[in-house]
Each structure stands twice: as C-alpha cells, then as structure tokens.
C-alpha cells in the first residue's frame, strides 16, 4: 500500500503538467478562430530516431522503386527503338531480295533477247560471208537489203561505181581496138548492147570483157611435146584475151611452164589466126638461152631470131633479117631493148610479151618509160611468178602497162581497194572487219580476174612431188661471237697489219651488211682471216671459224651418200669463193654460176648438172643469177645459205628444182644464224609473202609502210636483234643447237637413210678424235668442232677498241708547257702521327 502510495505521489507531478495543458489546450480549443482554422488542431509530434529510421528505409526503398521502373521504361523504349530497326531492315532486305530477283529476271530477259539477235546477226553474217564466198552475188546483195547495213552499202556502191566504170573502160577499149583493126570480118558492136543484155540487165564484169569465146587445142605446128590440161586451160584464156582486143598477166606460179604457153600462144596465133608476127619476146640474159632452146624445142617450124651479142654481131642481123622482116619472133633482151631502141621501136609488133615482169613495177624505171614512149605493140602479155612482191600500187603498176587505158589511175585504184573509209577528211581510217575485207577483197579479184591468171603447182598439178621447207638455226662461232659483238658496239673491225703485226682498227659503213658478213663467214674479211689463218691454207678452219659451213660440213657428206644432189644459193659471191676453198678441201665436184657467168656458158653448166650421168654433186648459184628460168629437177635439194630481203627471190630459186619433171620430194634448207640480224631479215621477208598472199589468193590492203617505217625498221635490226650483251648466253645457245640425232631426223627422207646418218656421225667422230691423237696425242684440251674463245688470238678476247682508246687519251697542254710529275709537299703522316712523334721526342 504504502509503495502505491509512494508511485501516487511520485505521478503528482506529471498529473499536475497534465492537467494545466488540458485546461491550456481546451482554451484554445473554444476560441472562435480556431473553429475556423484546422490546422490549429495540428499536433507536432515528435520524432524519434526509430522513426526516423524507418522513415529513411522507406524513401530508399522508394527511390530504388522508383529508378527501376525508371531504368525498365528507358529499356523498354531502346527495345521498342531496336525492333523497329530490325523490323526496318528485315523489310527493306526482303525488299531488295524481290527488287534483285526482278532486275535479275530482266538482265536474263535482255540477254536472252541480245543473244538471240546476236545469234540472228552472226547468222546472217555467215550467210552474207558464205555468199561471198561462193560468189553468189544476187543472194549477197539480197541478204545485204535485209540486213540494212550502211558501211556495207556504201562499200557496195563504191566498189560497184568503180567496177562500172571499169566495165566501160573495157568497153572503150575492145571497141577502139577494133576500129583501129578495121577488120572486115568483124561487125561493127553497139556499146551499149554490150553493157546490156536482151532483158536490158548488166552483164556480168568477166563476161562482157571474155564475151568472145573460142575452144582450143594444142597447134599441130607445135610439135616439142603434149600441152598438159591446164596449160591448154592457159591458152584458152590468152586466146580469149586476143579475140576481146584484151591484154593480160600469166601470173602462174614458178615451175608451172609460162615458157610453153607462151610459145603454145604465138604458134596458135601463126597458125589458127594467120598471124605471122612479128612478135617481141623479152627476157633477162639469165633466161634468154633456155627460151631459145625451148623455142627449137617445141616450135622448131618458127622463125626466131635470137637478139644478142656483140655491136657487130646485132647490126648484121639488122641488115640481114631484121631490115627486110624475115622472121616471126624476136627474142632479146631488158638491155638490147633500151641500147638498140632506135632499131627495134621502128617495129610495130603484132604481140609484146614480157618475161619475168615485176621489172615494170615501178612506173619511172627507164625499161618502163622506154617500152611505154617508143615501142608499139597491138597487144601485150606480162609473164611473172610473182605479180605481187611489196603493195598494192607495184600490181597497178603492172596493170598500168598492159592496159593504161583501163587501169589510168593508181590514185583511184587505192582509193577503192586500199582506203574505202577515209572518214571524209578524218585521219585516223576505220579498221575493216573481216566481211568488208572479205567484200574488198572479192571486188579485187573481179576485177583482175579478166586480166591476171595465176595458179599454184599445188592445185593443178597432183604428180608433183611435196616441197619442204625447214629452217636451221646455226650457232655463231666464238670468232664470229666476238666479231659481232665489235661490229654492233663500234662499227669497227680489228685485224693485222700486213707489215708490221701490228692491231689494226678497220671502219666499214652499212653495218647490216657487215654483220651479214660476219654471220657467213669471217673470212670475208681480209684483215680477220690473216690474223686466224695467215698462210691461207685450205683447212679445218674453213668451218671452224663458221656456224654455218660447220653444218654443211655435218650434212653435205650425208646427202652425198644417200645419192641427193644439192643446190645452194648465195647472196654474196664472196662466200661462193670461200665455198669454193671448202668443196676443194673436202673434194666435192661442183658446178657454180653467178652474175659474172656469160649466157652461152649457163647453158651448158645445165646441161652439164642435168645430165644422167653427172659427176657433179652440187651447184653453187647466186640468188640473183641463178633464180630466173633455170631447169634444175635433177636436184633435189635446196640450201638457202643466206636469206634474200626479197622473199620472191628464194622462193624463184627453190622452184629451180620443185618443177614440171621433179621426181622426187625436195626438201628445202634455210640457214639462218641465231639471235642475228638474218631473224630479222627472215621475218621481213615473211611479212612481205603475207602480203602477197592476202591480196593475190586472199587479199590485204592496210599496208601503210612508208619510208621513215622502213628506216626505223632497218635500225631496229641493230637494237634488238643479235644480242645487247658483249657475251653470248651459253645456256641459250646450247638449248638451240641441233645435235646430230635431231639433225638426222631433219635430213632423213627414210629410216633407211636415218640408220646410214647415225653410222656416219659416229664414224665421224671416230676419225676427228684420231686426227687429234695424231697431230696432239693425249695431251691439251680437246678442240670443238666450233673454234672456242680460248683458241682466238688476244686482239679478239680482249676489248681492243677500249685499250685503243686509252693510248690516245693524252692531256691537252697550252703552248710552251709540258707535262709534269705531281709534287708532294708534305711528310705523308697524319695529325694524330705527327703529334704523337712530336710528344715522343
């Protein structure tokens, strides 16, 4: 009770602060503005730090609510943002893949539209091409309507313009022809019925210039042998050109008999058209002989006069035959034509015919000038194997001559067949395809086609042995390696002086020839073979010190063996003498001919070589002199010892043995150094056989070489071929050298003769290396069959030409001075010695 008590009066206090805020607080509670005022009522309680706690816990976590939805909402947006991307770009590659496949589909759809087109386009190209080619020219020019082509059009009309006016240049001429003969037998002809035919259409170009046709056979008075098909065939068409008042070119090819159908010509002429002459036969001296002896051969009823000789010998037969006209055939020659113009132009000959006629290519030479101003002739005819050697103007030219009324203008004549599109003014010209060149070329050949015939052994006569030609490669000795090399890099050789020993230093000019010269032999050179062969005896170094006599020396020996006869052409007769030296040494009988070799005396080396049984191996001939109207089938192998710039010319010679009566196959050798000037030379060549290739048989007419092309080629000739190095490439030469197994495979024209090359080589090469034992017994080094580098004297191992230099390298001095020895002022020691002998001492 008593702690109640005490508890009572401890709250006495508190009871007592109670009740004076309840009495406090219900004052304010009645007072009429606190009625009004609510937030009188407000009551500040207190905070403690439990509260205050969980107050803070509170806001935290709120806040951290508050950021997470925050930070869920921003996600959600920048995910909302990325599938809209991608739903973006999912639509737009959808999108693109449709577009793609569409303009795929449609690329295929115009390609597959071109294609057929193109197809259509190549289709009726060929065909247009394949008209052409058959010559077909209504369904060409109907084909060309379809196709709408206007350079072809304007090619046709062109071509045709001038065809036309062609045609009526013939025209002209056959009609002015006939009314100077004023022959009797003959009608009086309308030209225009001869342009025209009954239904008033064109005639065709070759008709209306052949219309008078005659069928012919072989004149009883021509006696010396049967004409063979095409030669009646070659007849036939000189006939024609007689009977149409025409003149012509016998382009045949060499070999094919232009000799016998000439004189198959003028017998016809004496004896089916009472034409007895006088007929004017030139020809050069290397040829007149044969035509003589085939003249007493296949027309000995003919009176033929042989014009040569001497002054005395041709005035008497102007006094006795020439004078009163007791003959029927005059045959001479280009230089008794231009000496004796006086006489023989006085002659108004029935028929001109002129052998080997690409002399005339050239329109200012003085032959072509003299026949054209002095010599009258009815009609002409122009026999050569090559109608063209270089362009086109050099078959103008030939045209030119043997019709100038008709061919008058070589400018035109370019002007439709060689520049068709000249853009009008434009300089650079329109290449041609290949039917506009096709087109070109078929419009050439109509037009020559009345006037030139040429055919090919190949296609008219089937019993002609095959010709084949190969190229070796012949490697340059170390002399000739050495000489060359001088040549190129000085323009000098070096020899020895014939007085004292001594070096000398000989300059030529025309560095071509020069290395021509070293690539045939070195012993051209006076001063070289006394330096390598002073005594000049007759020896192994004749093929030594050659590449190319080196082969011949491999190959003659077999030729020889297996019974082959062998021609060999050369450029220079200074070679022919060196072959001359070597035939001697390895006793081989031979016949030679040049262009010293008097006419009576050719004739009889032919006779000579030709006969059954000759002793004579081989014939050297010169290119020139020996490739014109010689029969040598007897032979039948062919040895181009050097190439001429003229490819026409070896091709002449090659035919002195591949023609009318060769038996056997002829196997052609062309020798050509290596890495030289003669590659050079070759190609030259063979870009001068295409061109006459494309525009005789196939036609060419962009060749646009001018002079300064020829000059730059001929100094191209010194820049890149035959080696810019001093030293040759060992390597290169060794992979291009034939060994004597593919020599031999070269050479044979059997197995049986391959068998007797190899048992050759190897008794070869058993006598050279006993003649070594012999002369050197088992001492030294082995000499080549080539003379080495070690073998040569110094003046040729080592640069003379430097060394020669430096001797006459002198100081120039001024007047009064003279040369003096350098003088050193000092002790020769450096600083750093000096100083350190000064601290020394």
């Known amino acids: 009770q008593s702690i109640v008590q005490l508890k009572s009066l401890q709250l006495r206090d508190k009871q007592q602060k109670l009740r004076e805020e309840i009495v406090k607080n219900m004052e304010e509670a009645n007072r009429l503005a606190n009625s009004v005022d609510r937030t009188a009522y407000r009551k500040i309680m207190k905070q403690t730090l439990r509260e205050a706690r969980l107050t803070e816990k509170l806001e935290k976590q709120q806040r951290i609510d508050r950021e997470k939805k925050e930070k869920q909402r921003h996600l959600d947006y920048l995910q909302s943002v990325c599938n809209q991307g991608r739903d973006l770009i999912a639509w737009h590659k959808s999108h693109q893949a449709k577009m793609g496949k569409l303009g795929k589909a449609i690329l295929q759809f115009h390609a597959h539209i071109d294609k057929e087109e193109q197809r259509r386009s190549d289709k009726r190209s060929k065909d247009r091409i394949r008209a052409l080619r058959n010559d077909d020219e209504e369904a060409y020019m109907k084909l060309i309507d379809e196709a709408k082509d206007t350079r072809l059009t304007l090619l046709l009309k062109q071509t045709g313009t001038y065809l036309e006016s062609l045609t009526k240049a013939v025209v002209d ?10 022959d009797e037998n ?22 209306m210039a052949h219309r008078i046709q005659e069928t012919v056979s072989q004149p009883s008075i021509m006696t010396g042998g049967t004409l063979k098909e095409y030669q009646i065939k070659g007849l036939q068409w000189m006939v024609s050109l007689y009977n149409n008042r025409l003149n012509g070119i016998l382009a045949d090819e060499m070999g094919l008999g232009k000799t016998i159908q000439t004189i198959s010509l003028v017998t016809y002429l004496i004896e089916k058209k009472q034409q007895n002459g006088p007929y004017l036969i030139i020809v050069p001296l290397s040829t007149l002989t044969n035509w003589s002896l085939e003249f007493e051969k296949w027309a000995p009823s003919v009176s033929m006069i042989c014009y040569k000789g001497t002054p005395d010998i041709r005035k008497n037969i102007q006094k006795k035959q020439i004078k009163h006209r007791d003959f029927q055939v005059l045959l001479t020659t280009f230089d008794y034509i231009i000496k004796d113009r006086p006489v023989l132009s006085k002659i108004k000959w029935q028929y001109m015919i002129i052998d080997e006629g690409h002399r005339l290519k050239n329109t200012q030479s003085k032959l072509n000038m003299v026949l054209r101003q002095y010599y009258y002739a009815r009609y002409r005819l122009i026999l050569t194997g090559t109608p063209l050697q270089n362009n086109l103007p050099e078959l103008w030219a030939l045209l ?35 039917e506009e060149q096709l087109l070109i070329i078929k419009r050439l050949h109509k037009v020559l086609r009345p006037f030139l ?24 000795s170390a002399l000739q390696a050495r000489l060359y090399s001088q040549m190129k890099k000085y323009g000098v050789l070096f020899g020895s002086n014939s007085n004292n020993g001594k070096t000398s230093i000989k300059g030529l000019n025309n560095a071509i020839m020069q290395l021509r010269k070293i690539c045939n032999h070195p012993f051209v050179f006076e001063e070289v073979e006394r330096v390598i062969n002073p005594y000049k005896v007759s020896n192994e170094l004749l093929y030594r ?33 060196i072959m001359e030296d070597f035939c001697i ?25 030709n006969a059954p049984d000759s002793p004579y191996f081989m014939f050297l001939l010169s290119t020139r002199a020996g490739g014109l109207g010689l029969n040598l089938q007897t032979a039948d192998t062919v040895i181009i010892f050097d190439s001429d710039w003229n490819p026409h010319q070896d091709l002449q010679a090659q035919d002195r043995a591949h023609r009318i009566g060769q038996t056997k196959e002829v196997r052609i050798f062309r020798l050509i150094t290596e890495d030289s000037v003669e590659e050079n030379i070759l190609a030259r060549a063979q870009y001068k056989l295409d061109i006459d290739g494309k525009v005789i048989q196939a036609g060419k007419f962009d060749h646009r070489s001018t002079e300064e092309d020829r000059e730059a080629f001929l100094r191209s000739l010194l820049e890149d071929k035959g080696g810019s190095s001093d030293e040759p490439n060992e390597a290169e030469e060794e992979s291009d050298e034939l060994d004597d197994e593919e020599l031999n495979t070269i050479l044979k024209r059997s197995d049986q003769e391959f068998a007797i090359f190899t048992k050759m080589d190897l008794e070869r090469q058993r006598v050279d290396a006993e003649e070594w034992r012999c002369k050197y017994g088992d001492n030294g080094k082995k000499p080549e069959r080539l003379i080495q580098d070690w073998e040569l004297p110094d003046i040729y191992r080592y640069d003379q030409m430097a060394e020669h230099t430096k001797k006459q390298e002198t100081s120039v001095m001024g007047r009064g001075q003279r040369s003096r020895d350098s003088v050193r002022y000092d002790d020769g020691m450096t600083e750093k010695q000096w100083l350190r002998q000064f601290e020394d001492k």
């Open 173 to 182: 001429q056959q009609t002015e022809n006939m009314n100077f003969e004023a």
């Open 400 to 434: 030119n001559f043997t019709l100038p009324k008709i061919f008058n203008s070589v400018k035109s004549f370019e002007e439709w067949f060689n520049t068709p599109f000249s853009n009008q003014g434009v300089q650079d010209k329109v290449e041609l395809n290949e």
């Open 453 to 476: 015939l040429r055919r090919l052994k190949k296609d008219v006569e089937s019993e002609l042995p095959d010709k084949v030609e190969t190229v070796i490669k012949c490697k340059l």
């Open 186 to 207: 003959d009608e009086e002809v309308d030209e225009e019925m001869i342009l025209t035919d009954s239904h008033g259409n064109k005639v065709d170009y070759f008709r």
């Open 585 to 609: 040494y390895r006793g081989y009988r031979h016949l030679r001919l040049d262009g010293s070799t008097k006419s009576d005396d050719r004739s009889n080396l032919l006779q000579v070589f």
């Open 545 to 577: 010190v050659s590449g190319k006599f080196d082969l011949l020396d491999r190959i003659l020996p077999k030729l020889r063996a297996t019974g082959h006869r062998v021609l060999i052409f050369f450029q220079m007769t200074q070679i022919m003498d």
